[in-house]
């Protein structure tokens, strides 16, 4: 594949004297455990988001789950959801005994605030927003809705690291939210890692135990049921040095988002995701996600050009995992999952290769 969609090896070869170093660094010390890299990582992300703390966790799925497991919610209590996220949403609500409430997503392609309302009811405790795409959802809307029923927030940040809504990065709104360093995230580590940011003292103590087999960080006392997800020290030695490199990853994520935008902007068989420069809104660009009329049709002739893309979730919405018992509908949402399309976005493409990609889509339509 000529430009391939996500170059895995690329993400160890563009930083490999840096890594190597680290990794002798931290082999030599034998730092494999809540060790200091962690700890130095953990408070470079509290700072880089403004959050008060992050706790480096095994990846974002178990961040989600020691959030709310922190936040202890009651069992059978519903929890809102966008139809368009990872499963891993939905499971961290369905591992704590909660039920997850898919609900349509807007033109953003993020929850729809509109529809939020309409499904709150006596069961409903929560709203789990996902910031898709690099993007953080509209929170003022979301707040003034939670505050007016009483409901907790929880943010699905997984994707959104550094982009903020009036100037508050996303995962700094609710109780606690997730963030992902899976390797293809715009910050990734070399494997699963993920971080939980919180601003509350007291779910950060809880959290420090919960993901650590529920035992007392200082005393080793088992205070309370935990789990084990303890982010590697190795990666998060990695994660240091990267993010040290994040603005530079970010502004190169915009640059490339503002070169589709400006020409893909006329093709009006897409519908292009908001351009860099959008008012309340600063976004990191996880991914560039676009509307496609004949996407599968395209997809085809951009393979067959070389140029991998990808539909996301495989192409399900949360509310048609009807195997798992969702019976939500989902009308919007079912359209739009006909278009969606990522195209390529990453820090290893270079200019030549996005108008590579340009110039393929133009040709597919004609233009
Ligand atoms: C929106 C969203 N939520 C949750 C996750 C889960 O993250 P992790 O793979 O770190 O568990 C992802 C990862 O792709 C995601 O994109």
């Not at 996220?85 to 005994?97: E, R």
């Not at 939210?177 to 601003?199: E, M, V, W």
């Not at 979730?313 to 195997?323: C, D, E, P, T």
């Not at 739009?336 to 290893?348: A, Q, R, T, V």
Request: with cysteine; proline share 3%.
């Amino acid at each position: 594949m000529k430009i391939p969609f996500f170059n895995y090896p690329d993400l160890f070869k563009n930083n490999k004297n840096d890594l190597i170093k680290i990794f002798e660094d931290v082999g030599n010390r034998g730092a494999f455990i809540l060790q200091k890299d962690l700890s130095d990582f953990e408070n470079n992300l509290a700072k880089y988001t403004g959050a008060k703390y992050a706790i480096g966790v095994g990846n974002a799925t178990d961040g989600l789950q020691l959030s709310l497991m922190a936040g202890e919610l009651e069992s059978n209590s519903e929890v809102i959801i966008s139809s368009h996220t990872m499963i891993a949403t939905a499971s961290a609500i369905n591992h704590i005994g909660s039920v997850p409430k898919p609900i349509e997503v807007g033109e953003d392609l993020m929850i729809d605030y509109n529809e939020i309302e309409k499904v709150i009811n006596d069961k409903t405790r929560a709203i789990m927003p996902t910031h898709l795409n690099g993007r953080t959802c509209n929170m003022d809307k979301i707040q003034l809705i939670a505050d007016k029923y009483n409901l907790d927030i929880y943010e699905d940040a997984a994707q959104a690291l550094g982009s903020t809504f009036r100037g508050k990065s996303a995962g700094t709104f609710g109780i606690a939210a997730a963030i992902s360093f899976y390797p293809a995230k715009n910050l990734g580590s070399l494997g699963d890692a993920g971080a939980i940011l919180t601003n509350s003292d007291h779910i950060y103590e809880k959290i420090l135990m919960l993901r650590d087999h529920g035992r007392d960080p200082k005393t080793g006392d088992v205070k309370c049921w935990g789990v084990n997800s303890r982010m590697d020290n190795l990666q998060a030695a990695f994660l240091n040095f990267m993010l040290s490199n994040y603005d530079k990853i970010v502004s190169r994520r915009r640059e490339i988002a503002k070169l589709y935008d400006s020409e893909l902007r006329s093709i009006e068989q897409i519908k292009l995701p908001p351009a860099p420069s959008n008012g309340d809104h600063f976004d990191v660009f996880q991914n560039y996600e676009i509307q496609a009329e004949n996407r599968c049709q395209l997809r085809e002739y951009l393979h067959d050009c070389g140029i991998g893309s990808m539909i996301q979730w495989s192409g399900k919405a949360i509310h048609q995992f009807r195997n798992l018992g969702f019976k939500e509908n989902c009308p919007y949402t079912d359209g739009l999952f006909e278009k969606i399309l990522m195209i390529p976005l990453n820090m290893f493409i270079s200019d030549d290769d996005v108008f590579e990609v340009i110039k393929t889509i133009k040709n597919f339509y004609n233009k």
